[in-house]
């Protein structure tokens, strides 16, 4: 009868702290959250957390909704996937601060970098790796400018 | 350096893929019956071919060699995390649970293989992954490029220190999509926004929801008159703007709400204006409530002279450039000759020619014809069928309101590739239905327009020029998607000529409707004086309030406007005048049910398909169906037969489809009986039913609706999430086969009773065995019931009755023609049954004096001139039958009768006349009493003698086969005067008025019926002194009852003496 409660508040382990939420409680917690990256200032309302699913996990804390473009699972009781979500974005591991998952705007290579912060340490990366989001970086850079 | 051959991966590919993406349990490969997959089988498919697509590219780029070692324990890491390897696991960000770890089962496959597949497995989740990210990005990209969005905070701005906003821009700027969402996201919970059409409010609500990713939540919601999708969590709610106004009617405060948009009010329909009207006002009323208008830039001046100091946010359109090509067509030149001339169909069939020579066929881009009529789309749709089935480049599609929603829908679907669609449609394609990917306009420059004929009650159909306005927004649907071409079937001085705006609703239709509702309202307000945006016309404005009058719902005696007792009972029904009056005449006389499924069938289409028509077999297959008594009696019929099929047979479908029925239509009709029934049990006209009846003391019963419920609610569920996907048309069916695939699916379920679709559900939810066991019942109506429902439904149809031609021969293919009151010479619509299957029933086969017993006269629902005017939904009853329901009957000499200054009736004999007229005034005065009884919640009356004068007048028509003779006075005056019944001696009998009953059934209720009964025998007694009156069929009884008395005397006085 939920539709739009997120299909983790039956998953124990993934946000448990926050998923209190049901209806017709009195005080609903919202636990939602605004997420904004950073750099090309996306926003939008999501859940913050780690993320263990049924086939696998983030090693860190991730921004992530439940897939809005998929009918919720009609499952309560089997453990969701991954593909039952959106990941949007998660902290930069150097600066912390959000970012999201465009190519433009951050990388993954052992950890999560945003784009400035790759930027700055651009000596420690196979350069190979790092030549589209700095050129996409700098491009932007110079637009705002 | 690690490498892998061909072969080796071929050997164990097929256990790795069955480890990571196993088939889903119980599903095959090959998807359901229609072949398709589900969601969750075609992402596994997609991840499949990712795989297998990486290798592939593995063994063709880097000839199976690599020097990543895939295992994330050999990586080194610096002190900010970075790997110091450029090994491709790195860049997983999700992770499986076990990575790395071969499970037993796998132990014959070599490790580096198996975590280089598991390499690939995490790259094609992390693909999927992204995949969404930018179908989000994209979409907000999207959103932020609107014309409207540099304006979002601005207007959220402005709404928080004014009342009213008035927004203002053209097509493509976004304002129906975004400035609901900006008022989302500024926190405001209770958003009402109204859409002149029930397509844009479910349209706009779907979209709206999809960009607040809540399409699979309720927070956006829409609601219509059957539809809801609203519930406790909507915070914005799209609806029609007839459904706000009929809100303001029980709450008109409409405290529901924090802020109203009004959209699309350079529409300037009737609704709209009556509500811009009354929402200013309401701001008075309630400061804390917002209004937005949003209107287009064409007349912005008149919305901002009526919302005065009102900020303007003004926000360009956007499209693309759009060429305007003119190729004025003859036919529009010399238009003069006739009014039969039809539409030639050549030069839309050379557009789309010249399409095919300039565009290749690989380039997208559909086309949209823009016509005025059904007839006009579909003779021009089966000339271009011709040439789309020679070419294959064309699916021919139709797009108007006679449609089903099931073939309105199919104009949203893609044409597969290299085929265009050519979508032919009305109006409505103009503004509320928006398609994507038309590239070329076609737009022959008319529109069919309604309006009113004052003066003669006449709704017509008109072809006109269409206005600049209008043709601007039929080019601009061009350039919605990219540049375009608009062809415009006209020179460019016609268009020069065309006028700037179409006329508003206001200034064309007929306004009692309006009227009504504005005096039922009970806020004090008078049409005449109301400060509309633009004033109507004061002769059509007082027209409606006449026929108002005429149809007893306002009170003709007074000068403020006041609703009669009737009046008030039928503005508390949403319904239009004449079927709320015959709900409220069939609870008084017990006949309920009959007339839900008449006032039903008057409100919505005909259920008979417009193709059937056409279908000389369906034409006589359904036949037997068809009533002699008319359209509403055939409709009982349909419907009881569909009603029986749906719960007995199960082959419904099957029967509609052989019979040229609309399935929608029926059940369209069977929700509104269940919704009429609502409003008159809120109305207290009816009682509610009792848990007994409706079985729901019966805990089996409740458990099995239950399950039903529940049933019905994932089948609703999982149709509309179905609903999302476009699909894509097949290119060899066009608009006359487009549902065959579906018919064939259908007739295919209704086999199986596990398949049952969600209509199906709902219909067997709403209809217990008990309900359908009383529409059998009640809808096979016996002759003696017939004539009741003829009475009842002609006095909710009156004053809209007809006589027939005197010298018109009534047979099959004949014209039929019949002179309404104020409009000579209609025609009875060739579609009714009368004119279709039973012309001879009306004929009068009089002698040459014009005598005859069979004098008919068609009461009708409709008059509508198209290419002639035509009266729609007609029931002929007995002319005798007039004087039950006119307001004025003058009776000359006791031999002739004139009715309401506009039918003479002339008998044979004094005799006849003075019996039908005692009889008549006995169904008169019951009717009346039964309406009051009714209207104050008295239920002392009994229809049953109600029921016995009908029957006996009917006898006297039938069995003693009075005859008469009947003449038409052929210019009636328009308003009538010297309401009653006039007698030859001068004297006026003003009836009873249903009014003064009321009021003295609330005033004195106890002593009231002894009053009744007093005046009945004062009537009686008037009539036995009455010489030249010939004994009534009460005074023979009662003197019957006295002889019978007289003759019990001596018993009586015998056992008296007994006593004694």
Known sequence: MSDEQPSTSSSKDSITEKSSEKPGDEQMIDPFIDFECHICKMKEKCLFGELKVADGSYDSPVYFMRDPFKPPSRDRIKKPFLDEFLILGAPCSVCSQPVCMSDGCSLFFGANFCAPCVSRERRRFPSQLIRGIITKSEAKQHNTV | ?1060
């Open chain 2, 1 to 1060: 350096m690690y490498s892998l051959t061909q072969d080796e991966y071929e050997k164990h590919r097929g256990a790795l893929f069955r480890h990571f993406l196993p088939d889903e349990p119980g599903t095959s490969r090959d998807g359901n019956r229609r072949g398709e997959k589900t969601a969750a089988q075609e992402l596994t498919e997609t991840k499949r071919k990712s795989i297998q697509s990486y290798f592939n590219r593995f063994f063709r780029e880097r000839k199976g060699e690599t020097n990543d070692h895939f295992d994330l324990n050999r990586v080194k890491y610096d002190d900010l995390g970075i790997p110091q390897d450029a090994g491709g696991l790195n860049r997983i960000r999700f992770k499986g649970e076990n990575l790395g770890i071969i499970p037993t089962q796998l132990n014959h496959v070599p490790p580096w293989l198996y975590r280089h597949f598991e390499y690939a497995y995490h790259v094609a989740l992390q693909f999927n992954q992204h995949q969404k990210f930018q179908k989000l990005q994209k979409l907000r990209k999207l959103q932020k490029e609107l014309p409207i969005a540099e304006r979002a905070t601005e207007i959220v701005e402005l709404l928080k220190t004014n009342q009213v906003l008035i927004v203002a821009g053209d097509t493509g700027c976004g304002k129906s999509t975004q400035v609901p969402q900006y008022l989302l996201k500024a926190g405001y919970t209770g958003v009402a926004c109204t859409q002149p059409r029930r397509i844009a409010c479910t349209a706009l609500a779907r979209r709206v929801a999809f960009e607040t990713l809540n399409q699979y939540g309720s927070e956006v919601a829409f609601q219509i008159r059957f539809e809801t999708t609203k519930s406790q969590r909507t915070k914005l709610l799209f609806l029609t703007e007839g459904l706000l106004l009929r809100q303001m009617e029980k709450d008109s405060l409409l405290e529901k709400y924090n802020v109203i948009i009004l959209d699309e009010v350079h529409e300037r329909h009737l609704t709209s204006d009556l509500l811009i009207g009354l929402l200013r006002d309401l701001c008075t009323k309630r400061e804390d409530l917002k209004l937005i208008l949003m209107s287009a830039t064409i007349n912005l001046d008149l919305f901002k002279g009526y919302f005065e100091g009102a900020p303007v946010v003004q926000v360009p359109g956007r499209l693309f450039p759009i060429d305007v090509r003119w190729h004025p067509i003859k036919q529009f030149i010399d238009q003069s000759e006739k009014k039969t001339h039809k539409i030639d169909p050549e030069p839309y069939l050379r557009i789309l020619e010249l399409i095919d020579k300039q565009f290749p066929s690989t380039q997208r881009g559909d086309a949209l014809i823009f016509l005025n009529g059904v007839a006009e789309i579909s003779m021009v749709a089966e000339h271009l069928k011709n040439y789309a089935e020679q070419t294959n480049g064309w699916i021919i599609l139709m797009l108007h309101s006679t449609l089903s929603v099931e073939e309105q829908d199919k104009v949203f679907d893609q044409a597969p590739q290299g085929v265009r669609k050519c979508i032919l449609s009305t109006n409505v394609a103009e503004t509320s239905v928006t398609i994507d990917g038309i590239r070329f306009v076609i737009d022959s420059g008319k529109v069919n327009l309604i309006k009113h004929e004052p003066g003669t009650g006449t709704q017509k159909l008109t072809e006109f020029w269409v206005s600049k306005a209008s043709a601007n927004q039929r080019k601009g649907r061009a350039g919605r998607t990219g540049p375009g071409i608009c062809y415009r079937l006209y020179s460019q001085e016609q268009f020069e000529k065309m006028e700037d705006f179409t006329q508003s609703e206001i200034n064309r239709v007929s306004l009692q409707e309006m009227s009504l509702k504005m005096i039922s309202l009970n806020l004090g307000l008078d049409p005449r004086t109301f400060p509309f945006i633009e004033k109507p016309s004061e002769d059509v404005l007082n027209e409606g309030l006449e026929t108002l009058k005429f149809q007893r719902v306002l009170r003709s005696d007074r000068d403020i406007l006041t609703l009669t007792a009737l009046g008030n009972m039928v503005s508390k029904l949403p319904v239009d005048v004449p079927i709320a009056k015959m709900l409220v005449y069939g609870c008084v006389v017990d006949e309920l049910e009959v007339m839900l499924t008449v006032s039903a069938g008057l409100s919505v289409q005909s259920p008979f398909t417009n193709r059937s028509y056409r279908e000389l077999e369906i034409v006589e297959k359904r036949a037997s169906l068809t009533s002699p008594m008319g359209d509403p009696f055939t409709l009982i019929a349909v419907f009881r037969e569909w009603v029986l099929q749906k719960a007995f047979e199960g082959t419904a479908r099957r029967w509609t489809m052989e019979n040229g029925i609309d399935e929608h239509r029926l059940y369209e009709i069977s929700k509104l009986r269940s919704q009429y029934r609502q409003i008159l049990e809120d109305a207290g006209l009816v009682e509610k039913a009792s848990a007994a009846e409706t079985g729901e003391d019966d805990s089996r019963q409740r458990r099995i609706d239950q399950g039903e419920k529940r049933k019905l609610f994932d089948l609703k569920r999982s149709q509309r999430n179905n609903d999302r996907r476009q699909k894509v048309l097949n290119a060899n069916k066009h608009f006359d086969k487009i549902l065959e695939d579906k018919e064939e699916e259908d007739l295919e379920a209704e086999k199986d009773p596990l398949k049952a679709d969600v209509k199906t559900v709902e219909f067997l939810l709403s209809h217990k065995q008990r309900d359908v066991e009383t529409i059998r019942k009640t809808h096979k109506i016996s002759r003696r019931t017939a004539e009741v429902v003829r009475v009842i439904i002609s006095a909710g149809l009156y004053p809209n009755f007809s006589i027939l031609d005197p010298v018109n021969k009534y047979g099959y293919g004949q014209e039929m023609f019949a002179h309404t009151r104020l409009k000579p010479f209609t025609q009875i619509h060739p579609n009714s049954s009368i004119a279709q299957y039973h012309p001879e029933s009306i004929d009068p086969r009089q002698s040459s004096d014009g005598f005859s017993r069979l004098h008919q006269i068609p009461f009708y629902g409709l008059l509508l001139e198209t290419t002639k005017p035509y009266i729609c939904n007609v029931m002929p009853v007995p002319a005798i039958y007039s004087l039950l329901v006119a307001q004025k009957i003058v009776i000359e000499d006791w031999k002739e009768l004139i009715v309401d200054d506009f039918l003479e009736l002339k008998f044979k004999s004094t005799e006849d006349c003075r019996s039908v007229i005692l009889d008549v005034k006995e169904i008169r005065y019951e009717l009346t009493k039964g309406l009051a009884s009714k209207l104050v919640g008295e239920d002392g009356f009994s229809s049953r003698r109600l029921t016995k004068y009908i029957d006996l007048l009917n006898q006297s028509i039938v069995e003693k086969g009075i005859k008469l003779a009947i003449k038409r006075n052929v210019h009636p005056p328009k308003v009538l005067t010297g309401i009653g019944i006039h007698s030859p001696d001068g004297g006026i009998d003003k009836e009873e008025d249903v009014d003064d009953l009321v009021q003295r059934f609330e005033k004195n209720q106890p002593d009231d019926r002894d009053d009744v009964e007093a005046e009945e025998q004062k009537v009686m007694e008037e009539l036995r002194a009455d010489i030249m009156c010939p004994p009534t069929r009460d005074m023979v009884e009662e003197e019957e009852k006295m002889e019978k008395k007289k003759k019990e005397v001596p018993k009586e006085s015998y056992y008296e003496k007994n006593q004694s």
